[in-house]
């Protein structure tokens, strides 16, 4: 079970939703999202509706500003509650499309790829277990995909427009 509130105001200020599930169209419930309380579960929000454009990974904690979740803009439309269904994570990194060239294979957070592994880019994903959050930059930062169970054959099945990988991080609630 989970629990994010929406502001539309920064500080927590302003017209506010509460939501426990996920939710494919928020633009009923405010206009803006200025920033977001998020008691439990983890998150991943959407700039638009039904899970489209950039996306950004919440766990619990307080975002005053849409800066804090490293947002382009105010704008959240949709938002689905990630599943922690397993305490174990695995996933294999390849620097090819279909899964060929060099392999690698992850249990753990990663905060740069490429000083780590050497690879420059990442065509392709196998997630073995457990759910991911994918960054485009190393330490977590730039554009964010969410990664679940199941084979990503290029990278445009994760919803990337290029190759860019740079840091991984396991989706689990630290609290």
């Known amino acids: 079970m ?25 633009q009923p419930y405010f206009s803006r999202c200025n920033s977001i309380r998020v008691d439990s579960g983890c998150w991943m929000l959407y700039e638009r509706p039904n899970y489209q454009g950039h996306q950004y990974f919440l766990r619990r904690g307080d975002y ?33 499309e279909d899964h060929k060239g060099l392999m690698v294979e992850l249990s753990e957070d990663c905060s740069c790829i490429q000083d780590r592994f050497h690879l420059s880019e990442v065509r392709s994903v196998h997630v073995l277990e457990g759910c991911w959050v ?42």
């Open 64 to 96: 005053p500003d849409y800066q804090q979740w490293l947002g382009f803009s105010d704008s959240i439309r949709s938002c689905c509650l990630i599943p922690q269904q397993t305490s174990s994570h695995r996933l294999r990194l390849y620097e090819r």
């Open 2 to 26: 989970g629990k994010i509130t929406f502001y539309e105001d920064r500080g927590f200020q302003g017209r506010c939703y509460e939501c426990s599930s996920d939710c494919p169209n928020l």
């Open 134 to 175: 994918l960054y485009e930059m190393p330490n977590y930062l730039g554009r964010q995909y969410l990664l679940r169970p199941q084979e990503y054959r290029r990278y445009h099945d994760w919803g990337a427009m290029d190759a860019k990988a740079g840091s991984l991080r396991r989706v689990v609630d630290l609290y």
